[in-house]
């Protein structure tokens, strides 16, 4: 899961920033195994599941997309993260749609 580490644990931040993560490169044996079809992308690592070609998809237990290329490789989208001083963040909520799920900066008015 070291995709995952890169979409937390900061502890002082400025402001969310959304951006490509990640690749997930695709998998012709799982896709073959499968019989993925050719407008479709298929996670195993979050168990997403199929996504067709150019859309979306919510990882359910992360705040975080999927979003499946004409490749077939997977972009991953998460919430990024910039520091600064005098500022801190409170967990979002995952029942949020992407980017709501984001966490929340707090930053103490001086
Ligand atoms: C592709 O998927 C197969 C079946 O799950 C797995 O055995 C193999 O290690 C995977 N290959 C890569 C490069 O991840």
Redesign the pocket.
């Known amino acids: 899961m070291k995709y995952v580490l890169l979409l937390c644990c900061s502890a002082i931040i400025l402001q969310n920033t959304f951006g490509s993560v990640a690749i997930l490169p695709k ?1 012709d ?2 896709r073959a ?1 499968l019989k993925i079809k050719d407008d479709e992308c298929y996670d ?1 690592l979050y168990n997403v599941g199929r996504i067709p070609v150019g859309q979306k998809k919510r990882i359910p237990q992360i705040c975080a997309t999927l979003t499946c290329n004409s490749d077939y490789d997977i972009d991953v989208t998460g919430c990024g993260v910039m520091s600064v001083e005098g500022c801190r963040v409170e967990d979002g909520d995952l029942k949020l749609p992407f980017p709501d799920c984001c966490f929340n900066v707090i930053c103490d008015e001086k």
Do not use: A, P, Q, R
Request: proline share 0%; no cysteine.
């Open positions: 998998n044996t799982l195994m195993d």
